[in-house]
């Protein structure tokens, strides 16, 4: 309710549909500054993070998560199509092959050993790229997981989120599908999918699934039954079980997941975007420019400026003060500590997160 009244003083935020806005591009109201600083929401970021493999020497603090700054929604049930979100992988598009280092991390998918490829080895991730281009929306931090905090009971069919349950061989699929070509593309059905319709052919530099805009932007990856046919999307991407406000929902950075057109439910489908951010040098670089955007409240680096405003004029924008200790130190305000215990790694990246900070 509190989310709601904000938009309601402040009726000139940017967001979608046009006309009958459901998708706030809002990041600092007091309402998103608590959630983020909850002392349950960062601890259920540090357990997620902590599913992710790292050894004793990578410069990684999986105890501490970061704030990384994102939007809202609260979306009407309603007999159209919400025609946005349809299925996509976050968090690098091109980059998944141009980025070296990113590249690096699907190694044993290019070399054939697909079946031994560990999607939750960390290393190779720490210092990847992911926005060479520094497209608008195009996350340039290395989140573990993308994840939600739900504002309202809901289920299927309620307007929720969806994935495909199997990241391995999606994974697999998606970084070596530019390299084979349909014979014959116009076969439909089980004819198109056969083996024996597929060539590999590295004449075509473009890479199914990416997206570009008339403005020349452009996103991915977004696999479609077009593009990706045999992952058999219709089919295989299966929507997330009834929830309740406060619940979570994380899901790893490279899953494929959309949200479902229809919402045929009583009440509105609302989630707050909240994902998780292990602390590294190369996130804290980017914490840096985040906490400077707070002070400002104009949006975070990684999205739309808008008219460079942001939300500085608006009606009761957030303050420090609506953010816990543990909030203020995610936000980069005070400085980390290393938890007992802590890795040499960890600790190397707390200590390099505080000078990055000038918290040192």
Known sequence: ????EYV???PQVDGFPEGNKQFFEMYWSPS????????????????VNKLWDASEDDVVDLDHCMSYA????????SPNKWGHHSPHVDGAATERWEDPTLRSTFTDIFNGNWKNYNPWAISGRLSATTD????????????????WLAMSDTGPGEGTIRFFPDLVLANTYIMLRPFFKPVNPDLTDEALLEPSNWVFDTSDPSIPGIQVSAEGNFSGVRPGNATHPHLKLDEAIVSVPRVKPGDMVFWH????HSVEDMHTGPTDSSVMYIGATPLSPHNVRYLVGHRENF?????????????????????????????TPEGLVAMGLRAFTAKEGATRGAREAVKDANAILGLA
């Open 32 to 47: 998103q500054l608590k959630a983020r600083s909850h002392a349950n929401v960062l601890a259920a970021g540090a357990w």
């Open 8 to 10: 309601k003083a402040n």
């Open 132 to 147: 060479l281009y520094r497209r608008p929306n195009q996350t340039s931090i290395f989140r573990t997981w993308q994840g």
């Open 1 to 4: 309710e509190a989310l709601k």
């Open 295 to 323: 002070l400002k409240r104009i949006p975070p680096p990684d999205f739309p400026q808008g008219n460079g405003l942001g939300e500085s004029q608006f009606v009761g924008h957030g303050q420090e003060s609506d953010m």
């Open 70 to 77: 994102d939007r809202f929604r609260i979306r009407q049930p």
């Open 253 to 256: 950075c490279d899953v494929i």
